[in-house]
Nanobody, 123 residues
């Protein structure tokens, strides 16, 4: 079941990007989706997570700058990123379908993962 990310690219400090992730072919309705990121030489980290009915959670460093939203009917999640900083540069990965009882900020807590999309913030 593919998760297809889009909307990445290069932007200057303070700029904005909107990432999208569309899932297709899920065997059931997906209620939980999120984003992780990984910069070169760094560990992968959770960025944001959302669960129906639209309860978002954010990694501390992106609070107030990033906004996650979803269209459950389309199994699509969005990440609006404002006030981008060089530290936000990373490969961003979409995740979906949080396993019951698992932490949202753990990569292996999900059943589906995207291929990743690059975000580069230059000063």
């Amino acid at each position: 079941v593919p998760l297809l990310e889009s909307g990445g690219g290069s932007v200057q400090v303070g700029g904005s990007l909107r990432l999208s992730c569309a899932g297709t072919g899920f065997p059931y309705s997906i209620k939980t989706m999120g984003w992780f990121r990984q910069a070169p030489g760094q560990e992968r980290e959770a960025v944001a997570f959302i669960t129906a009915p639209d309860i978002p959670l954010y990694f501390d460093s992106v609070k107030g700058r990033f906004t996650i939203s979803q269209d459950s009917a389309k199994s699509t999640v969005y990440l609006q990123m404002n006030g981008l900083k060089p530290d936000d540069s990373a490969m961003y990965y979409c995740v979906a379908d949080l396993k019951e009882g698992r932490r949202w900020d753990m990569w292996n807590s999900y059943n589906y993962w995207g291929q990743g999309i690059q975000v580069t913030v230059s000063s």
